[in-house]
């Protein structure tokens, strides 16, 4: 299977944390970087977290998440994780996992290939 498999999301009240999880296929896992990215209704995709899986697991973070969410990886169990903390209503959205560089701009949708199917988060306040 190609397409990657996201899941962990749910319902939180604000203040609260996630952990989603995305596991990939080996030839889609290896030597590259996977992202996470988050759409809400009427809003752009938008790039949160990317995780460069082909080696020490180094990751850039959107300015919205830095300090709050955290990108890591299981080589493993081909796994990617996005822990979220101090959630707040704003980060309610369908999140997505990619994978597949197309190009360097590792925060753009338009750089990965593979896409999830999405997991919704949802924030009360």
């Known amino acids: 299977e190609v397409q990657p498999v996201e899941s962990g999301g749910g319902s939180v009240q604000s203040g609260g944390s996630l952990r989603l999880s995305c596991l990939a296929s080996g030839y889609v896992f290896s030597g590259n970087y996977m992202a996470w990215f988050r759409q809400a209704p009427g809003k752009e995709r938008e790039g949160i977290a990317a995780i460069y899986v082909g080696r020490g697991g180094d990751t850039t973070y959107a300015d919205s998440v830095k300090g709050r969410f955290t990108a890591t990886q299981d080589k493993a169990k081909k796994t990617i994780y996005l822990q979220m903390n101090s959630l707040k209503p704003e980060d309610t959205a369908m999140y997505y996992c990619?994978?597949?560089?197309?190009?360097?701009?590792?925060?753009?949708?338009?750089?990965?290939?593979?896409w999830g199917q999405g997991t919704q988060v949802t924030v009360s306040s």
């Open positions: 990619a994978a597949g560089l197309l190009e360097p701009n590792i925060l753009r949708p338009s750089a990965y290939l593979y």
